[in-house]
């Protein structure tokens, strides 16, 4: 079955610091998804990217999905104490008939030191 | 904004007890998916269901069993349960449009097997 796995599973930063968490897929994807999941929360997506290559941006963050659409890296710049949180790739999977499964990766815990 | 809304929030039942969880998607979602993650884990795909058909299935052991309403509810049956069954239980919506859209996560079941 496809798997998605995100290095590192934890990471501890300074605030002020930078932070990237990257996603691997073993099957080429359709898209991939990003969520963030607070402490005690649900996911919330934060952003669907598409095509080979495609970088996005919001803020202080920078999503960008791989060329061959098999892997694909969140980088916070500066980060702040709001930025605390697990941190999910999602690739979307099509099967051959058709079907839509979303696959999470197995999420970077995201701990800033003040 | 209307959210996805799950009920009830926490569930405490014993071995071998069967449990029912609700999903009200966001109104004119047609897509509603389950999710199980355990402790420190991912959130693990279940079973979908686009307009009222099931779409795909995961992950779901055979003691579990779900459907779509025609009002576009959802619930999750939960037959013999086991000390492995607690965990979140997230239902997360998608809209039509689109091919491949985010999915809106509710704020989930957090269930306990004694």
């Known amino acids: 079955g496809q798997q998605v796995m995100q290095i590192p599973q934890y990471q501890h930063v300074q605030e002020g610091e930078d932070f990237t968490t990257y996603c691997n897929s073993s099957t080429t994807l359709s898209n991939i998804q990003w969520y963030k999941q607070r402490p005690g929360g649900h996911p919330v997506f934060l952003i669907q990217?598409?095509?080979?290559?495609e970088v996005k941006k919001q803020k202080r963050l920078t999503f960008q999905f791989g060329e061959a659409k098999k892997n694909s890296s969140l980088h916070i710049t500066a980060t702040q104490t709001t930025d605390v949180g697990t941190y999910f790739c999602?690739?979307?999977?099509?099967?051959?008939?058709?079907?839509?499964?979303?696959?999470f990766g197995t999420g970077t815990r995201l701990t800033i030191i003040p | 904004a209307a959210g996805v809304i799950q009920s009830p929030r926490h569930l405490i039942k014993e071995k071998r007890e069967t449990a029912t969880l609700k999903c009200y998607p966001i109104p004119r979602h047609d897509t509603v998916y389950w999710y199980q993650q355990g402790p420190g884990q991912d959130p693990q795909f279940l079973i979908s269901?686009?307009?009222?058909?099931?779409?795909d299935k995961g992950s779901i052991p055979d003691r579990f069993s779900a459907q779509q309403f025609s009002d576009y509810h959802s619930e999750l049956n939960m037959s013999s349960l086991e000390l492995g069954d607690s965990a979140l239980y997230f239902c997360a919506s998608s809209p039509p449009t689109g091919p491949y859209n985010e999915q809106f996560f509710g704020p989930g079941t957090r269930l306990t097997v004694l």
């Open positions: 999602a690739g979307l999977f099509i099967s051959n008939f058709g079907n839509e499964k979303l696959t």
């Open positions: 269901f686009y307009e009222k058909m099931q779409s």
């Open positions: 990217l598409v095509k080979s290559g």
